[in-house]
């Protein structure tokens, strides 16, 4: 994949982020690469610059876009994130050389109705959670897998996480990830 112009999802708040960005757009043109401002404009690829929160969101502009992501993590944990901010520039000269695999993780996409009327969607990398407007309520949840329909459940909440998203909290709680190599 030949990566030209990039588009940038950067944490709203954060002095480190757009520090980031700053040097990624010194670094840019020499490399051959555009950095795209503007939402309309296509991109090849979207870089993340933050932590797990600005990656979930660069993951629906992603999706939306059909592009892949490269996370690079500002924040304290960095789960989904594949660089870290010091090494900015050779995850970009990594990027421009192809030297570099995707990892494709599941999404979820999800409707929520009310009486068979749509009231929100949502795709999400982590999760979808359904939640009571009311304190001292349960709500009824009807949850489908296409059309098919799969169970009822009174609760004061539901939610529907991904692999990718029921790791994150096992880790941000103080959980371990584990891998197994043969031997």
Do not use: C
């Not at 954060?14 to 795209?36: C, K, N």
């Not at 933050?50 to 939306?64: F, H, I, S």
């Amino acid at each position: 994949m030949n990566v030209q112009a990039i588009g940038v999802v950067l944490h709203p708040t954060s002095p480190t982020a757009r520090q980031a960005l700053e040097q990624l757009r010194e670094l840019a043109p020499a490399r051959g690469l555009r950095v795209v401002d503007r939402e309309s404009e296509p991109v090849d690829m979207i870089v993340a610059l933050g932590g797990d929160g600005t990656m979930l969101r660069a993951a629906r502009e992603a999706t939306a876009r059909g592009v892949p992501l490269l996370g690079v993590n500002l924040g304290r944990m960095g789960f989904l994130s594949s660089a870290e901010a010091a090494n900015l520039e050779l995850a970009i000269d990594a990027l421009v050389a192809g030297d570099y695999t995707l990892e494709f993780r599941m999404m979820l996409d999800g409707v929520a109705t009310l009486e068979g009327e749509p009231l929100v969607a949502a795709v999400a990398l982590n999760e979808i959670v359904v939640e009571k407007g009311t304190p001292s309520r349960v709500i009824e949840v009807d949850v489908s897998v296409g059309r098919d329909e799969l169970a009822r459940y009174t609760a004061d909440g539901f939610i529907v996480a991904t692999s990718t998203g029921s790791t994150a909290y096992s880790l941000s709680a103080g959980g371990r990830s584990w891998s197994r190599t043969s031997t």
